[in-house]
């Protein structure tokens, strides 16, 4: 193989994690930045009046975002106003397990009801294999149902689940204004019961272990094709 295509090869490996761990595509967010994504609790962005600021119904709306992890660990919090010197988190999911690359969209997220007519922030955290990972969106909490855009899609293959995991349960006891230390406080603090409810998998834990030994078996595959091993 010429070095040349090694190279470009080489480059299709690892680029996609060059770009972001993931990126929030509806509602728009703050900013995304590789070099800062692990900076709670917005990624390095700070609520600023110049904002991309987004109407977001209260009774469900959707948040879509691009992963570029097989498998990681969603929480999804909102809070009212756009100060992030004490902010009061409210947890408005229980932490989602999803497995698949690209788009995952979440259809239908509400937030507590009295929140309509304020403006407020959302704000998606990442636990993956290489970090956690932040982003935050700006929006106006509007009374009644969003409609899904088209933008916000599942790729094939994504799937996803309830769950706990306890690094996204510390983080989210320690910044809550009623810290709790146990997981089983995650679903109490959802504010409807109208949650969007991801197929659920027994089988989980060992289709992960099988995934990540396929998906290490194919990348030393192609590392020892390329370097002609
Ligand atoms: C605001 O968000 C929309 C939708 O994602 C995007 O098309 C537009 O470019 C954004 N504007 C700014 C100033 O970021
Ligand atoms: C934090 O937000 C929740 C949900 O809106 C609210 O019930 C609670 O009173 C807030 N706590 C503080 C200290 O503002
Ligand atoms: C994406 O997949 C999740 C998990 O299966 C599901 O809850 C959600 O409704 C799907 N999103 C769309 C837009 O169909």
């Known amino acids: 193989m010429p070095p040349s295509k090694r190279i470009a090869l080489l480059g299709l490996i690892l680029a996609p994690a060059a770009l972001a761990h993931f990126v929030v595509n509806v509602p728009p967010p703050l900013g995304s930045n590789i070099d800062n994504e692990d900076t709670a609790p917005c990624g390095g962005f700070t609520p600023s009046s110049t904002d991309n600021t987004t109407d977001f119904h209260v009774d469900g709306d959707a948040i879509g975002l691009t992963t570029l992890h097989a498998q990681c660990f969603f929480a999804y919090r909102g809070m009212l ?31 507590p009801s009295s929140w309509a007519g304020s403006s407020g922030l959302l704000q998606i955290i990442q636990d993956s294999e290489d970090g956690i990972h932040y982003q935050c969106m700006s929006v106006n909490f509007v009374a009644g149902k969003g409609t899904v855009p088209s933008t916000c899609t599942n790729s094939s293959g994504v799937s996803a689940q309830f769950t706990s995991d306890n690094t996204l349960t510390s983080i989210e006891s320690g ?5 709790s230390q146990t997981s089983s406080s995650q679903g109490t603090s959802s504010p409807t019961t109208s949650q969007p409810s991801p ?31």
């Open 81 to 111: 106003g756009t100060s992030l010197t004490s902010p009061n988190w409210t947890v408005l999911i229980p932490t989602i397990e999803e497995f698949g690359l690209n788009s995952f969209c979440e259809p239908s997220i509400a937030v």
């Open 199 to 229: 197929s659920t998998s027994k089988g989980a834990a060992a289709s992960v272990a099988s995934l990540e030994m396929v998906s290490g078996s194919i990348l030393a595959g192609l590392l020892c094709a390329l370097f002609n091993f």
């Open 175 to 179: 910044s809550s204004s009623s810290p």
